[in-house]
């Protein structure tokens, strides 16, 4: 049995469809109440192929370096992990690449060249305790960044699309600590 409890619901709706009767009308209202729609479907799929993906990492012991310069040499290590995790797209070579390297089927293969519903996090603050230091962050420093970036730039957002994140390790004799780089460009808002 599946451990997600919509995928296996949605595959059963799905079955009984397929085969017609009352029963699949009732299912398929049900299904429409349940908010069963594409955008879930997506999601389901491509939040199972980065489960796929975690797994045969873990069972090959990869790192997200190696796997990187492997589908993608000289690409940011970064944004072929967000996009193995369900939140980019890559190339189709990149995708060809990463379905050699973890054994995908056709079907997966194309999943991570199609664009992903983004947002990999449930509402809510993190409960994950490095995730969340991400959220406290932006809760301390959120209006600090704004005021600063917009007192330099004017009224605007930084991109996180038109974006390029590094991450390094800093050797510190106290603890080695984490350096995290954004660059997003500046968008001013238009006036209409």
């Known amino acids: ?18 085969r017609g009767g009352g029963i699949a009308l009732a299912l398929t209202l049900l299904g429409k109440t349940l908010n069963f729609d594409k955008e879930d479907d997506e999601m389901a799929d491509r939040s199972a192929l980065s489960s796929i993906i975690l797994e045969k990492k873990l069972a090959n012991k990869l790192t997200w370096q190696a796997i990187a310069a492997e589908i993608a040499p000289g690409a940011s290590p970064i944004f072929i992990t967000a996009a193995l995790l369900g939140q980019m797209t890559l190339t189709t070579d990149q995708a060809a690449a990463a379905a050699k390297v973890f054994d995908l089927s056709p079907e997966q293969q194309a ?3 199609v664009p992903p519903y983004r947002g990999s996090l449930p509402p809510g603050p993190p409960t994950d305790p490095l995730i969340y230091r991400f959220y406290e962050l932006i809760q301390v420093y959120g209006t600090t960044f704004k005021e600063l970036i917009q007192e330099e730039f004017g009224d605007g957002i930084m991109s996180a699309i038109d974006f390029d994140m590094q991450m390094e390790r800093q050797p510190d004799p106290k603890g080695d600590r984490v350096k995290i780089t954004m660059s997003g460009k500046f968008l001013p808002y238009r006036r209409y």
């Open 1 to 18: 049995m599946d451990a997600n409890p919509v995928l296996s619901a949605r595959k059963i709706l799905r079955s009984l469809q397929e």
């Open 111 to 113: 999943l991570l060249t």
